[in-house]
């Protein structure tokens, strides 16, 4: 008796894939626009939310920019460095549409950021909700705040910045 002849196990289209390296410096670039757009936008959400009978009504917008700078600064300066790190990893993704899934993981992610960053500015002002209504809308407020700048983030990290010999035309 003759053994069948093995299957002939087919071949990978092209060569395999090799793992590219994420833009550079994402965690640094997602912790600057962090400090920059981020916090200021956490402080500007938590004094409309109080406009709108969320918290302190009477505050000033510059004591929200305080207490959220105080406050909320320093783990959402953290945190959205994380998050540029993530917007980076997603761009090199091996599915095509980086930026594009960049600023998409970006955005959900850094929507639980904005959420408790609202969270933390929030609280050390007073005259907090009395009911869960209102802290769900403080969170949400906060979640909608932080995806718009987690779309901002992917930008910045699910790309690589122009070289300055390429600016300057050398």
């Known amino acids: 008796m003759i053994a069948p002849e093995p299957a002939a196990v087919p071949e990978a289209r092209g ?13 640094f670039k997602g912790a600057l626009v962090g400090a920059l757009i981020v916090v200021p936008a956490v402080a500007v959400t938590a004094f409309a ?16 920019l305080r207490m959220a ?19 980076a990893r997603a761009a090199v993704d091996v599915r095509g549409g980086a930026v594009r899934r960049a600023m998409r993981r970006a955005a959900w992610t850094e929507a ?20 869960p209504h209102g802290w769900v809308a403080l969170a949400v407020g906060g979640a909608l ?26």
Not at 115 to 130: H, N, S
């Open 69 to 87: 700078v105080l406050f909320a600064g320093l783990p959402t300066v953290f945190s959205s460095g994380g998050v540029g790190r993530l917007a």
């Open 15 to 27: 060569r395999p894939r090799e793992a590219a390296m994420p833009p550079p410096f994402a965690f």
């Open 49 to 64: 939310l109080s406009r709108l009978g969320f918290g302190d009504r009477w505050a000033p917008l510059i004591k929200f």
């Open 112 to 131: 639980a950021v904005g959420a408790g960053a609202v969270l933390l500015t929030a609280i050390p002002m007073g005259r907090l909700p009395d009911d």
């Open 145 to 170: 705040a932080g995806a718009c700048c987690g779309v901002i983030i992917g930008v910045f990290c699910g790309r690589t910045i122009a070289s300055l010999p390429r600016l300057t035309g050398r």
